[in-house]
């Protein structure tokens, strides 16, 4: 199982504006390895929710558009798959959850008819009724545990019983959909879902819309799951909730995660590898603790740096000079290199850095010229 | 949740309840205005006559106008409506017609919902493109037809061409099975007579389809302006990425929810409907009340007028009503108390 | 304006925040490049455009100068009878002789006028009934009764189908293209009102209008400089439709009515078509078919330039363009409410 679930390899997004191209995303390359969770972190702009929403296709085609590179789930290009084939990886290839709870759900309809919803679509797709995108792949089967690695502490999620009966026997009828709906709702920890089944989204708080996501998104059985700043739009309490959630769903669920954040925070705690974006590109990528402990690209130093660890009043905040450029008329060379404290005039020629092996090791790659000196910034 | 069935009731009735000062005004209004702008009925009535009818006339409507109102005002709480310059009744003549009408505002509004609602999808999911724009020069050029030369072209040339009747209800008239309901489909359905039932069609189609033409723009441009609001947020791309089918994510997620907005101009819509069906049904030969509507105002019968703009003043409130309460029904945040 | 760039990044030159984007005098300059860009982006609502300028022309010229557009009078005979489209006369002939096209070509004039007479006065009518039902509607105070009683005589008009009351005045009035207009324009105000007036609700609120009357600016002034200002965009484009709508009604009541004399000195293409009676179409159809297609033209074209106005100008629309364009989310975070004027095609033609 050592064929990622995921590459992207050399992606690019334009926008067409009228008044010109905005690059959003511009040669990001990145591998997503089965079983484990990758978070992309950035500032607001830096592209990363492009990167997210374009992985399904889900970008309106005429204003965004994919002028380069690949995107291989599961060995095939999404990139090159005609619109009308995309419907097929989505629910049960790829899971999606977005970050405002209170546009997500739809409305107008019941919370057991959303959940419900989804869950048909993979039961039709399993059972023959509908194409898949790949038959050779099966969704993720939760009812077997996963393989305990070394050091690892994980709970594995045996749905039992009845639901599991269903999904060996193949045919399903409304009380088989009503329990996997309401295991799944438990699976996210809500308790007594059978309260909120006949319930409008508006009735029911931001945490909970939350959680009702991201059951949908599971209930596809998917093996890659987006998490587009899941816990963004929620306020602080909450948000510990669904993240705890999600950690522990993380060991439970098999799938692979891409979990997109502007907090620092939240990716120490839930991802496995690490990508830093700025300005449309991906900057460092590499295992989250090893990234931490030595960030070898200037604008991830400064980012480490900028998050506020003491609450005290002790001295100003650090901060990065300058600001975001505009993205219609990127600066050439590095991106960074107006804000950067070891920027050479090499810096500023193209082609732009590439994301290449930090010296001594294979899986922490940074976009840096001087990536060597980065340990040595003050 | 102030949506349970007894909250619903007493929406409708309060609305009805409103619907009383509202008519109350419209006779006023309708009473005053055909009194006042014609100075002299009688001798439009009777332009050669003399002595005893001319007398006759005058002691009717060359009292003063308060005095009139009282008189007819009293009369209709009474139950009679009055009568044309020749006798025949109100009531009775609308009554018949009202079914008619109803029919054919239906048909209408049905081709409107099959047709212009799918166009204003279309028109949204392409906006800017050229079927954006196909969508607006068709919904355009409906607006922009005078009902009453889109009636006569459509009688004279389309009807032929079609192989369709140009007028009435029913090839012969009267029909040779009771007109229980006066509406020509329902009643053939209900004498299980399935070759008239193909003719009652063949002859509400036409009229129909006029109808819903020139009205139809409101309907898809509503449709479309809902839908460009709808489709960027965010639980339609919850929808996609649970693997649903374009056509699925529209129709029945976007869809549903851009269609609460669209019934808002469905009293507007009922308006202009309503006021086509004058011109439609004089061309078209259709028993309904527009014809009968056009007749009292060019005779002119002050009852009958009176009459048909309250019974189209009625129609255009529980048009209203009915807008409401399905923006009720289609939006589950809305409380009816 | 429009689809602006959605970078958060790039400094925006906005003077306030929120839903709409209240106006400044140093716009008014750029309002003339904004126009251009409307019309570039729809190439629809460019063709509206210059066809409503070619009629603005050809019917001032026709009601000064008649014999440039137009080579016969209205009344004029010219020898040849129920003839069909030729060189000589486009639209043909009728039984009287007359030349159609010239009569076509010159009721451009009466027609435009009448059109932008009822509309205009509907406009200020209604829309001033409007504004003061909606800014000084307060609770418990005058202005507040005031409203309360324009709104219920507003209601009760808006009930009505309004085509039947304007053909009921037209034909008890009798002939004369004032009783027309007068009949169709009472019927015409309401709609302007209940627009009016949820535009100015919808702003009345917005902080920047609480600041100026906390500061002490006087109500009237409120009204000119602020309010009527950002309450013209989605009037305006109301109202270049109903100059359409408003030439279907009135041609209807022409058909209806006949309160212009045709043939005569001033032709009306309602009053046109409703002489060539239906008899004649099977015989000589480009009698009805010219007046009936210039009334379809400039309608359509005064629809396509206002339709296409209302995809930038309502904010509704706008707001549904830029997000779909833009890739984030914009700044403005949150979104005051509209009061949800009228998005409706506007009143019906008959």
Known sequence: MTDPVLSVQGLSVEYDIGAGRFQAVTDVSFDVTPGRVVGIVGETGCGKSTLAKTIPRLLPEPPAMLTAGRILFHGTDLARVPKWKLPMVRGTGIGMIFQEPLNSLNPAFRIYDQVAEAVRIRHLRETGQAPRFLPELSAFDYSTPKPIEKGDVTKAFVPGGPVAEAVKRRTYDRADYRREVLEYLRLVRINDPETILNLYPHELSGGMRQRIMIAIALSGKPSLLIADEPTSALDVTIQAQVLTLMKELIDEVRASILFISHDLGVIAETADDLGVMYAGRLVEFGPVDEVFRSPRHPYTKALLKAAPTRYKSEGTLATIAGAVPNLSRPPPGCRFHPRCPIARPVCRVEPAPPLDPVAGRTDHRSACHFASEVPMMP | ?337 | MGASSPAPTQATSAPARGTRRLRSTEEGIGALGTFWRILRANPLSLVGFLLVAFLIVVGVIGAVAPRVVAPYAPTQSTGVFNQGPSWAHPFGTDGNSFDIYSNVVLAIPLDLGIGLVIAGSALLLGGGLGLIAGYWDRPRSVGGAVATVILRVTDVFLSFPSLILALAIGVSLGRGVWQAILAVSVTWWPYYVRLVRGEVLAIKHLPYITAARAAGVKDGRIVLRHVLRNVLDPVLVYFTLDIGTVLVTFSTIGFVAHPIPYPGPSPEWGSMMSYYSAALVTVHPWTILAPGAAIFVTVLAFSLLGDGLRDVLDPRSRRALVRSVAPTPPPESTQAPDAAPLESGGSTPG
């Open chain 2, 1 to 337: 949740m102030g949506r349970s069935p007894g909250d619903l009731a007493i929406f409708v009735g309060k609305r009805l309840l409103q619907l009383l000062p509202v008519l109350f005004g419209i006779i006023v209004l309708t009473f005053f205005f055909t009194h006042v702008s014609v100075i002299d009925p009688c001798a439009v009535w009777y332009p050669h006559a003399k002595g005893g009818t001319l007398a006759n006339c005058h002691a009717t409507f060359h009292r003063p106008l308060l005095d009139q109102f009282a008189q007819y005002f009293g009369n209709l709480l009474h139950g009679d409506w009055g009568a044309s310059q020749t006798g025949v009744a109100v009531f009775p003549a609308i009554a018949a017609s009202v079914p008619a009408t109803v029919e054919l505002v239906l048909a209408a509004l049905f081709l409107m919902v099959v047709i212009g609602i799918p166009l204003g999808v279309v028109a949204a999911q392409a906006a800017g493109r050229w079927k954006d724009h196909l969508v607006r020069i068709f919904y355009l050029s409906g607006w922009a037809t005078p009902t009453y030369l889109g009636a006569v072209l459509a009688a004279i040339f389309l009807a032929p061409a079609l192989g369709l009747p140009s007028g009435g209800a029913f090839s012969t008239k009267p029909p040779p099975f009771p007109e229980y309901t006066h509406m020509s489909v329902v009643d053939a359905l209900l004498a299980g007579n399935l070759p008239w039932v193909a003719d009652a069609i063949s002859h509400l189609i036409l009229p129909a389809a006029v109808l819903a033409f020139i009205n139809m723009g409101i309907v898809t441009r509503m449709t479309r302006s809902s839908m460009l609001e709808v489709l960027p947020l965010d639980y339609v791309k919850t929808a996609r990425m649970k693997g649903l089918s374009e056509f699925w994510v529209l129709y029945k997620h976007a869809l549903r929810n851009a269609l609460i907005t669209t019934t808002t101009v469905l009293g507007v819509t009922a308006g202009g409907l309503l006021a086509g069906t004058v011109v439609i049904e004089k061309i078209f030969i259709w028993p309904g009340v527009g014809a009968y509507a056009f007749e009292s105002i060019t005779a002119p019968n002050f009852d009958g007028t009176i009459a048909v703009v309250a019974v189209f003043a009625i129609g255009v409130v529980v048009a209203n009503l009915i807008a409401d309460i399905l923006y009720g029904v289609l939006d589950p945040r809305v409380e009816w108390r």
